[in-house]
């Protein structure tokens, strides 16, 4: 089945650690997405990749980092500069921009202890 | 800056009464429009989306939604909700041109459905 995996479901960590959540998509999409998830805030977009090797920051870039090495993954890195990373992580993908629906993945929750 | 408003953060109705979602954005030209759902600790799944064409837009799980460029609006409605239908809502509006367009997501409706 096509679709998009993230791991791990959830994952801890100390304040200080740098920690990085896995996106991997089997749907040939060009354009992949990160976005944070916290309650009653909807979904911000963090970074997004319109192709390999090439990405560009949303509007929450800070205190993140990704690479896009290959088409099927996007992993995000949520570094110590990172001031409060406890969220719901989301991965997404899509054809291409403008009228194609993003698809998503299940999600990374993350907890900074 | 272009903006999406989901009116209500939380509605109630019963099993079997209408449902009906609130959806306004803000944009200068006609919008890509769409409404996901998302499930406790689960990702997004998508309804269904206004590209172009018919304004009334025919969903997954009976839901529709119509583009009413007039009121800028895109409101979600399903006749008669279910148990099932208990989850978090959320209107997205891709804007742009070319290859750059950004998604702009509402808020949320979280529904409730009381038996």
């Known amino acids: 089945d096509g679709g998009i995996t993230q791991s791990p479901k959830y994952l801890f960590r100390k304040e200080g650690q740098n920690v990085t959540l896995s996106c991997e998509q089997n749907l040939n999409h060009d354009a992949m997405y990160w976005y944070r998830q916290d309650p009653g805030q909807g979904l911000r977009l963090i970074y997004y990749?319109?192709?390999?090797?090439?990405?560009q920051k949303g509007d929450i870039a800070e205190g993140y980092s990704v690479s896009r090495e290959k088409k099927e993954s996007f992993p995000l890195t949520v570094t110590s500069a990172q001031k409060n990373p406890t969220a719901f992580y989301l991965c997404a993908s899509s054809r291409g921009q403008g009228k194609n629906e993003q698809f998503f993945g299940p999600g990374t929750r993350l907890t900074v202890l | 800056a272009q903006s999406v408003t989901q009116l209500g953060s939380h509605v109630s109705v019963s099993e079997g009464a209408l449902v009906l979602l609130r959806c306004n954005y803000s944009?200068?030209?006609?919008?890509?429009l769409f409404w996901y759902v998302q499930y406790p600790n689960q990702g997004l799944q998508l309804l269904l989306k206004?590209?172009?064409?018919?304004?009334l837009v025919k969903g997954i799980n009976g839901f529709e939604a119509e583009f009413k460029k007039s009121e800028t609006s895109f409101h979600l409605t399903k006749p008669s909700a279910h148990m099932s239908d208990a989850a978090e809502y959320f209107c997205?509006?891709?804007?742009?041109?070319?290859?750059?367009?950004?998604?702009?997501f509402g808020k949320g409706t979280l529904l409730t459905v009381n038996p």
């Open positions: 206004y590209t172009t064409g018919a304004t």
């Open positions: 997205a509006v891709s804007y742009g041109g070319g290859s750059n367009y950004k998604l702009t």
């Open positions: 944009s200068s030209v006609p919008p890509y």
């Open positions: 990749s319109q192709i390999v090797n090439d990405f």
